[in-house]
């Protein structure tokens, strides 16, 4: 109980909040910014990385969370997705007249 002790106390360690405040970006005990992340799960929307403080030593886990997205590059138009659309009901037309009244659908190829 009376050993001394090289560790920094609790008093004076980032909160969540103030840790928020500083993006993230640096030790809740040090606030030194020299910290390395290494992310050690990430599961859709949610995961965490284990965090080093290169300063004092200090290791946490940082909790984030995806809160939305940005800078949506659409792959296709509308209108190509609607010609693809329009395609892929051509073929599926096409194959029922061509199995009509025959009853043998997946059979040869001419
Ligand atoms: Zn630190």
Sequence with gaps: MS???TKVHNIGVLSDRQYL???A???PVCQS???TSETVDADG???SANVTCTVCGSQWT???RVTGYDNLNEGMS??????I???????????ENQGHGHGNQGGKKK
């Design 25 to 27: 970006a640096v030790c």
């Design 62 to 64: 940082d909790i984030w």
């Design 85 to 95: 659309e329009a395609k892929v009901e051509k073929v599926r037309k096409d194959k």
């Design 78 to 83: 509308e209108a190509e997705i609607e010609a």
């Design 21 to 23: 405040k500083q993006s």
């Design 3 to 5: 050993k001394p002790t």
């Design 33 to 35: 910014s020299q910290i």
């Design 45 to 47: 929307a949610s995961g």
